[in-house]
């Protein structure tokens, strides 16, 4: 069990208590961020629905492992939000690269890239988005993805080299749209009623299981109706939650999921991550930061151009807002936003030596998330929104009598 789980000691926990039928209806995995906690909860419902005795073979071909490790099962619904787009195209450079030289560990990377899309597309299940304005053109989008995917599935021969490339850069641009056009910051209390009422439909056969990614982004409303079925949980169903923020995570809720603990791999464990899976031995940092080598802008370009935003406010100074979406190409996957953000509240540090200073970062805390929000969440233009961040951050600024100082 748990094979696929590299340098994580969690993942012989969850197998013992399976094998010892302790393991219950409702659990949450918590630890930091690219710890294995999607990888084990994935694998976690493999094993639970698998048809054979001892359950959970690594290399067991019955129906429903088969369908699990491709992603494709009708018993596992997978909720929340994610950035997919940069291991989608990190997987998709490796399996073309393997397909390229015919590698012996082609198949292997030809799964990492399908599974790569469909922990995306997962999210996107008609049964989730059901009354959702968005569903048809979700719809179409998923239809089309579908449609290339099939073409580099199994047990299709792959075409040549040059229509692989192609293939795979086609389906990476729609995963792309896909995700920062419709994929929410935050679960929609609709997907959880319309998750609930799944549920409740007697599974066939095998059990059934509910992953909910990023479960401290959820409202207050989603919460609720997320602890209404978790005080009294289908019989057949698993819930499956993770999180890197487990203080976040309402109390009630914390009451009801037995609590299993990721850490956090050493840089050494993560290198030997990106080697197994990716075939990269070069790479020597985290898988976070290898992972952002994909972005079409680097993480230091991102950075000078947060530099520039907030020293403009630093020095009363308008700056070129245009200039600076257009250097972070609209800032396109939406994770160069977050980064984008992350370096002002870097740039802001040093304020928090003073009371004022202290009490003005936490005021323009309050408006950087307010951006993200008019961004991620209503689709404003990130122009607008950053122009509303600059006027704020200003009289912010202002107010404090010129806080903000400039960001080496």
């Given at each position: 069990m748990f094979e696929n789980l590299v340098n994580q000691e969690a993942g012989k926990q969850?197998?013992?208590?399976?094998?010892?039928?302790?393991?219950?209806?409702?659990?949450?995995?918590?630890?930091?961020?690219?710890?294995?906690?999607?990888?084990?909860?994935?694998?976690?419902?493999?094993?639970?629905?698998c048809h054979e005795k001892p359950q959970g073979k690594w290399?067991?071909?019955?129906?429903?492992?088969?369908?699990h490790k491709a992603l494709v099962c009708s018993n596992l619904l997978l909720l929340g939000p994610r950035d997919c787009s940069l291991e989608i195209t990190a997987a998709a450079k490796t399996f073309t690269e393997a397909h390229f030289i015919n590698a012996k560990y082609k198949d292997a990377t030809r799964y990492l890239f399908l599974r790569s899309v469909r922990k995306l597309t997962l999210r996107f299940n008609s049964i989730l988005w059901e009354g959702d304005s968005n569903l048809n053109k979700i719809g179409s989008l998923i239809e089309e993805i579908n449609e290339n995917l099939e073409q580099l599935d199994f047990p299709r021969e792959l075409p040549d080299i040059t229509e692989v490339k192609k293939l795979c850069e086609e389906i990476a641009?729609?995963?792309?749209?896909?995700?920062?056009?419709?994929?929410?910051?935050?679960?929609?209390?609709?997907?959880?009623?319309?998750?609930?009422?799944?549920?409740?439909?007697?599974?066939?056969?095998g059990k059934k299981?509910?992953?909910i990614e990023n479960a401290e982004r959820m409202q207050n409303s989603v919460r609720n109706a997320l602890l209404k079925i978790l005080e009294e949980p289908p019989e057949d169903v698993v819930f499956i939650l993770l999180t890197s923020k487990r203080n976040a995570i309402m109390q009630?809720?914390?009451?009801?999921?037995?609590?299993?603990?990721?850490?956090?791999?050493s840089i050494e464990e993560q290198h030997d991550v990106t080697e197994r899976v990716f075939h990269n031995t070069d790479?020597?940092?985290?898988?976070?930061?290898?992972?952002?080598?994909?972005?079409?802008?680097?993480?230091?370009?991102?950075?000078?151009?947060?530099?520039t935003f907030y020293n403009s406010v630093a020095?009363?100074?308008?700056?070129?807002?245009?200039?600076?979406?257009?250097?972070?190409?609209?800032?396109?996957?939406?994770?160069?936003?977050?980064l984008f953000l992350l370096n002002i509240v870097q740039f802001m540090r040093p304020m928090l030596n003073t009371q004022a200073g202290s009490e003005a970062v936490a005021k323009a805390m309050q408006l950087l998330r307010n951006c993200s929000d008019?961004?991620?969440?209503?689709?404003?233009?990130?122009?607008?929104a950053l122009e509303i961040l600059l006027r704020d951050l200003f009289a912010l600024n202002n107010s404090f009598g010129g806080i903000f100082c400039a960001a080496m």
């Open positions: 969850i197998a013992n208590d399976i094998r010892n039928n302790r393991f219950p209806g409702a659990v949450l995995y918590s630890g930091p961020e690219a710890s294995g906690k999607l990888t084990a909860a994935l694998e976690t419902a493999r094993i639970l629905s290399l067991c071909e019955c129906p429903s492992c088969l369908q641009k729609l995963c792309t749209k896909l995700e920062n056009d419709y994929l929410y910051d935050s679960i929609p209390v609709n997907q959880i009623r319309n998750m609930e009422a799944w549920a409740h439909i007697k599974s066939e056969e299981t509910v992953i009630t809720i914390l009451s009801r999921v037995r609590n299993y603990n990721f850490l956090e791999r790479f020597k940092g985290s898988i976070n930061d290898y992972l952002l080598t994909y972005l079409p802008v680097t993480p230091g370009e991102i950075k000078t151009n947060s530099r020095n009363r100074q308008i700056c070129d807002i245009e200039e600076i979406v257009k250097n972070c190409k609209d800032f396109y996957p939406r994770i160069e936003l977050r008019n961004i991620t969440l209503y689709n404003q233009k990130p122009a607008s």
